[in-house]
């Protein structure tokens, strides 16, 4: 049986908020001397979708403890784009506030790109901005979206940091992982492919992959006779059912094939929130125009 490595996406999480934590640390005496700020994060929950209530409090829990002030504010399902601008708006002018995220998905009624485009794009700590999209699209310098910058991250550790050359394969085009994850990879020499529902052959373009990344929310979607031997299987996918978390790839088969795979829960997850951290306090170096 091939030997696979499972990955333990939170202790590379822990090492990125260390290393958020002494940037706080740093960026906090210089401030300090000069004014009386404080370094924040502010978070926007618009309805009550279970999930959501999930993610938005950990993510403020976890700032509140690595030294953010954090604050989440909670819209109901019925509220009005134009409370939510007025609310951005409010914080885009607020100096205690270096990031700003809007839980994503928003109602219906709410136009989800304007609301976006609505967060200064050097608060835009999702990275989901069109400026900031276009900023990573072009090869600039952006805010980029958290949960590909985990992905890199935990590939760069596997794989060490030369990628290119390497066959990706991204299931799923979300503007919260596959399309960034795409573009990062490309930016990085890897030969892409992008894969959706509407794809041909799915399972014979899987097994191309030296890099298989996930991201479609179908339980145990992707099985081990889709894994080229010895591959980097990231599952980004996460769905409750019952009351027990799965990703999109089927572990027990899958890892008899794959060379290293992420767990659901405890794989890419926590690299997420650790991301999110970093863009905040990148953000916040930029806005004080400090040398990161
Ligand atoms: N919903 C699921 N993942 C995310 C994320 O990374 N950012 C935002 N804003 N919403 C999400």
Known sequence: MQNCEIIDGKLYAAEVLERVKSKIGHLSTVICKTQRATLGLAVILVGTDAASQIYVNNKAKKAKEIGFNSEVYKFPQ???????????????????VNGILVQLPLPQHINTQKIIDTVNY?????????????????????????????VLILLHEILGTNISGKKAVILGRSRIVGRPMASILIRKGCSVTSLNSNSYNIK?????????????????????????????VIDVGIVKVNDKLYGDVDFESVRKVAGFLTPVPGGVGPMTVSCLM??????????YDIKW
Not at 204 to 232: H, N, Q, Y
Not at 278 to 287: G, H, P, R, S, V
């Open 122 to 150: 050097e608060k835009d700590v999702d990275g989901f901005s069109t400026y900031n999209v276009g900023l990573l699209n072009s090869w600039q310098d952006s805010l980029e979206p958290c949960t590909p910058q985990g």
């Open 204 to 232: 014979d373009e899987c097994r191309t992959a030296d890099i298989l990344i996930s991201a479609v929310g179908s339980p145990s979607f992707i099985k081990g006779d889709w894994i080229k031997k010895g591959a980097c």
């Open 78 to 96: 019925t509220a009005t784009e134009q409370e939510i601008i007025e609310c951005i708006e409010r914080l885009n002018s607020d100096p205690n």
């Open 278 to 287: 970093l863009n905040t306090i990148k953000a916040a170096y930029k806005q």
